[in-house]
């Protein structure tokens, strides 16, 4: 979901787009999974909140579905107000579920299996962890898992080392930044073993974190940061407060 020009303002629009991206980044990658297929006129739905009124519209150039929807001032404040985690992401949920049945009007889209979707994420108590890599590292007899877990307030990319028997180790995350794509895969695209490192690489292989495989070998999650620029976009300290007002319990 977006709320770019919504006209509810740009701080609110940062916000709920950080909020609501877990929702999105948890159904696009179980659509993925399912292979969901389309008419092949588009391979995208955007859901965009606004003060105008509903419409949809098909921008071929990119195929996807763009709904506009209304947010009226009530539901604003409403939403606003709401300081219970499940009764916001059931109105993420909600918008979603308006948004298909307009976008339906215009292309015929696979609500249900969308709508199941929900369920399955609500079964799952809104939670979004989804895999990333594994590997077997014979050398120190450890494997380890990596998976990407998303929040409504950020992303933790979660380090889960085990013995050769499949008994947990150790299990933390070695990095935690704002839950936005560009970020994430910006920064997490790659996997590689050295003879003495796990190291995490970005988009063109430049290294973002090592872990000493001596440490994980016993169970010791100690990343190092091995971008100064990466680190302005990390949970720490300095960035406490812009991590603080993603949430509405703490304000």
């Not at 740009?10 to 659509?31: A, G, H």
């Not at 889960?160 to 970020?183: A, C, H, M, R």
């Not at 680190?231 to 949430?247: N, V």
Request: aromatic share 14%; net charge negative.
């Amino acid at each position: 979901m977006t709320s770019s020009n919504s006209g509810f303002g740009e701080d609110f629009e940062n916000k709920f787009r950080y909020n609501t991206f877990f929702v999105s980044y948890y159904l696009s990658n179980i659509i993925r999974q399912r292979k969901i297929e389309t008419d092949g006129t588009y391979n995208m739905l955007f859901c965009s909140i606004t003060k105008g009124g509903d419409g949809c519209k098909v921008e071929k150039s990119v195929k996807s579905l763009t709904v506009n929807l209304h947010l009226s001032e009530v539901d604003f404040i409403r939403y606003s107000e709401m300081f219970d985690e499940h009764q916001r992401f059931e109105f993420y949920l909600s918008l979603l579920e308006r948004a298909y049945a307009i976008a339906d009007t215009a292309k015929a889209i696979p609500v249900n299996e969308l709508l199941d979707l929900h369920q399955r994420f609500r079964e799952e108590n809104y939670t979004c962890s989804i895999f990333f890599k594994k590997k077997t590292i014979n050398k120190y007899s450890i494997k380890i898992c990596l998976n990407h877990v998303c929040t409504s307030y950020d992303y933790r990319l979660v380090l889960s080392v085990y013995n050769k028997k499949n008994n947990l180790l150790g299990e933390d995350y070695i990095f935690q930044t704002y839950p936005d794509s560009i970020f994430i895969h910006y920064n997490v695209r790659h996997l590689v073993i050295t003879d003495s490192s796990l190291l995490i690489t970005d988009f063109i292989d430049k290294p973002q974190i090592e872990c000493k495989l001596t440490d994980l070998a016993s169970g010791v999650i100690s990343p190092i940061y091995l971008d100064d620029n990466t680190e302005k976009y990390i949970y720490s300290e300095k960035t406490k407060a812009k991590f603080d007002a993603l949430r509405w319990d703490v304000l």
